[in-house]
């Protein structure tokens, strides 16, 4: 057994080396943690010749959308006033490949300048995967947009001269005679009213410079701003603010989307919506905001709630309620015209003055006086109809999201023209897309083995050194505790033992065969012994 002098000196190498190594590790850690979020910012910054830079530039994620017409299926009774009945036709998925032209950096790296580039492919593979029922040559019923533009012209806008008026007015003459009871549809392939079908109509609007093509199209295969491949793109490169990475300094020239009602609404902020500030770890309840060509506006995306996406930790963000909220329940969307129903945003004012709403897919989360005119056969699910992005926190990378809209267009009657008195208030709901991209596996494994896994090695070892330390410590606590009891035991010993010597003493006193002896006690070795007097 170790004698008290060893056990203490043991006690006192443990408590020590337990002290240092908890006070090193806890002093180390703060340091540590700087570094290696300075490290994490110094990869994150737009800096030519960077891996961060070239996938800035031409994204490796591949972006699909998933687009979806919506058929009137009863368009003669439609046009005789009864309520439309629609249905989603798709989808046909188009991979969107977009790139970054002539990029390059301002003197002091604060900003980066570039062109925006972006075209569709249609995969077919990808469509007959998830739709093998319609094709693009399937032939649609949609509201008449070239009418609606029209009216809305005649009706709203107080800068057209009265001779264009009377000119518009002559042509929809003209069109109801050649489109007969049916002219508040148009019908189509899938494709032609995707990507461009002519119409008289839109060819005398373009002819007046109401329209910015002489066809009708509800996407463009290409940038739907004129000005993206003439008036550059400038964003922030984070090396001054690595908050601002990414951020919009100009979008296609402009500062402004110039068709909301204050400064604020018209503001462009935010990014892209590929990457945000890194280290959203630290600030988890924080929003992140996109600017979205399609809505002409800036949105703030809030936190929801944490997930895992191919076994990496990441941050889920959605549109929060009050975006979309009319203004009784949120004054500030005066700015954008939301007078109306709450979860739409009214894009009347941004599209010619055409009535053009976007919503969530399926009016998902829409007032339901919205959709109570139609009658769409399909209920919203906010699994598949929801726009959110998850964004790893580190970094500030989107590793998976889906942007979902849904566009309609209202239908209500003009005493300026009386072409509508025939049909009942409602918003036809005219094409959903879901914008969608997800990192790759081989892609996830790289961010996991330069940054996640060694993020988890350094947390993981300041884990371990803390309980090394604690262990230590309770372990000089232990070895003491013995040192103690150690002690008290040898006393009792020793107390037992003068009783046993004092009893035996007695005992031979008494006795005169033995009166000549007596018990001595060795305090040194713990004995007694007979000694003569």
Not at 124 to 134: G, I, P, V
Not at 278 to 298: A, C, G, H, W
Request: net charge negative; glycine share 6%; hydrophobic share 40%.
């Amino acid at each position: 057994m170790p004698s008290s002098k060893c056990l203490q000196i043991t006690a006192i190498l443990l408590l020590t080396v337990g002290l240092v190594v908890l006070v090193v590790t806890l002093s180390g850690q703060k340091p540590l943690a700087t570094f290696v979020d300075n490290l994490i910012k110094k990869q994150v910054a737009l800096a030519p010749g960077t891996d961060t830079f070239d996938n800035w530039q031409s994204s490796p994620v591949p972006i699909y959308d998933d687009i979806y017409l919506f058929n009137i299926t009863n368009p003669t009774e439609f046009n005789k006033g009864e309520k439309a009945i629609v249905e989603p036709v798709g989808p046909f998925i188009y991979q969107k490949i977009e790139y970054k032209k002539q990029a390059n950096f301002s003197g002091d790296l604060k900003y980066a300048m570039y062109f925006d580039y972006e075209y569709y492919v249609f995969d077919q593979n990808e469509t007959l995967k998830h739709n093998n029922k319609s094709t693009l040559s399937d032939i649609v019923f949609i509201p008449n947009i070239p009418l609606l533009t029209v009216v809305a012209q005649i009706a709203h806008n107080s800068l057209i001269p009265s001779f264009i008026k009377t000119k518009l007015e002559e042509e929809v003459a003209k069109y109801e005679s050649l489109r007969g009871v049916n002219y508040l549809t148009l019908n189509g392939s899938i494709h032609d009213i995707l990507w461009g079908m002519d119409d008289p109509i839109m060819k005398v609007l373009y002819s007046l410079k109401l329209a910015p093509s002489p066809q009708l199209a509800l996407q463009t295969n290409g940038s739907s701003d004129p000005g993206a491949m003439t008036k550059a793109t400038v964003v922030h490169t984070g090396h001054f603010d690595i908050a601002r990475v990414d951020e919009y300094r100009l979008f296609h020239g402009r500062n402004s989307s110039g068709c909301w009602g204050s400064e604020a609404a018209n503001k462009i902020n935010g990014t892209e919506g590929s990457m945000f500030e890194p280290l959203l770890v630290y600030n988890k309840s924080k929003t992140v905001t996109i600017y979205n060509e399609q809505l002409f506006r800036s949105v703030d995306l809030a936190f929801t709630n944490e997930d895992t996406y191919q076994g990496i930790p990441c941050y889920t963000y959605r549109i929060p309620d009050w975006a979309l909220q009319n203004v009784t329940n949120n004054p500030t969307n005066s700015a954008y015209y939301a007078w109306k129903y709450s979860g739409m945003l009214n894009l009347t004012q941004c599209s010619s003055n055409v009535p053009l709403y976007i919503t969530k897919s399926m009016f998902l989360d829409a007032d339901p006086r919205i959709s109570e005119n139609i009658t769409l056969g399909i209920a919203a699910n906010k699994s598949l109809h929801d726009t959110y992005l998850c964004v790893e926190p580190y970094t500030g990378v989107v590793v998976d999201g889906h942007k979902r809209v849904q566009i309609s267009v209202q239908m209500e009657h003009h005493s300026a023209t009386g072409i509508l008195n025939e049909t009942q208030p409602a918003f036809i709901p005219l094409i959903n897309v879901d914008e969608h991209g997800s990192i790759t596996p081989d892609l996830a494994d790289k961010l996991k083995s330069a940054l996640l896994i060694p993020i988890q090695l350094m947390h993981l070892g300041f884990y371990l050194l803390c309980a090394l330390g604690t262990i230590l410590i309770l372990s000089a606590a232990i070895v003491q505790v013995r040192v103690v009891t150690n002690k008290f035991r040898k006393k009792d010993e020793d107390k037992e033992v003068l009783v046993e010597a004092e009893q035996t003493e007695n005992k031979t006193g008494s006795n005169s065969d033995v009166s000549d002896q007596y018990l001595s006690f060795d305090a040194g070795t713990s004995r007694y012994y007979e000694a003569s007097e």
